[in-house]
């Protein structure tokens, strides 16, 4: 009780705020001001890498799912994959591997970064699936 008694004489004897009680209070301002902008910049680019990601991602399997249903095919693919880059503005490299000419199961793997000029193996998204070509 006695605390708060000193607190209103304290307030009550106060004529106004000083200069310096006013620059104070603006650096304390400022910095905690300056502490969220970093973080809602920080935010923002992992929502946008995370949008980029997505994207890449939707392209990949869209380009699987055409190579399992058999509108893309080895002799095909470069067109395709060049179609996707120009379309989604994206980097993007297809492998298609197997072994038996005759159909067997073959490895697809699908790498699809972003942005142009990435590594889509180092810097994207990565899918892979196995699927039964007939005539590879």
């Given at each position: 009780m006695r605390?708060?008694?000193v607190?209103?004489?304290?307030v009550r004897?106060r004529k106004?705020?000083?200069l310096?009680?006013?620059l104070?209070?603006?650096a304390?301002?400022?910095i905690?001001?300056l502490?969220?902008?970093g973080m809602?910049s920080?935010?923002a680019?992992?929502?946008?890498d995370?949008?980029g990601?997505?994207?890449?991602l939707t392209v990949?399997?869209?380009?699987?799912?055409?190579?399992k249903?058999?509108?893309?095919?080895?002799s095909?693919l470069?067109?395709?994959?060049?179609?996707?880059?120009n379309?989604?503005?994206?980097s993007?490299?297809?492998?298609?591997t197997?072994?038996?000419?005759?159909?067997s199961l073959?490895?697809?793997?699908?790498?699809?970064?972003?942005?142009?000029g990435m590594?889509p193996?180092?810097?994207?998204?990565f899918?892979?699936?196995?699927?039964?070509l007939?005539?590879p």
């Amino acid at each position: 009780m006695r605390l708060w008694g000193v607190l209103i004489d304290f307030v009550r004897n106060r004529k106004g705020i000083t200069l310096i009680e006013i620059l104070v209070s603006m650096a304390v301002l400022s910095i905690a001001v300056l502490s969220l902008t970093g973080m809602f910049s920080f935010s923002a680019a992992r929502v946008w890498d995370a949008y980029g990601n997505t994207a890449a991602l939707t392209v990949a399997r869209d380009i699987m799912d055409r190579i399992k249903s058999g509108d893309i095919n080895p002799s095909n693919l470069e067109d395709v994959v060049s179609d996707y880059e120009n379309l989604h503005n994206m980097s993007i490299r297809v492998d298609i591997t197997g072994e038996d000419e005759h159909g067997s199961l073959w490895k697809v793997k699908i790498y699809v970064a972003c942005r142009p000029g990435m590594d889509p193996e180092r810097d994207g998204v990565f899918l892979a699936s196995y699927y039964f070509l007939k005539n590879p």
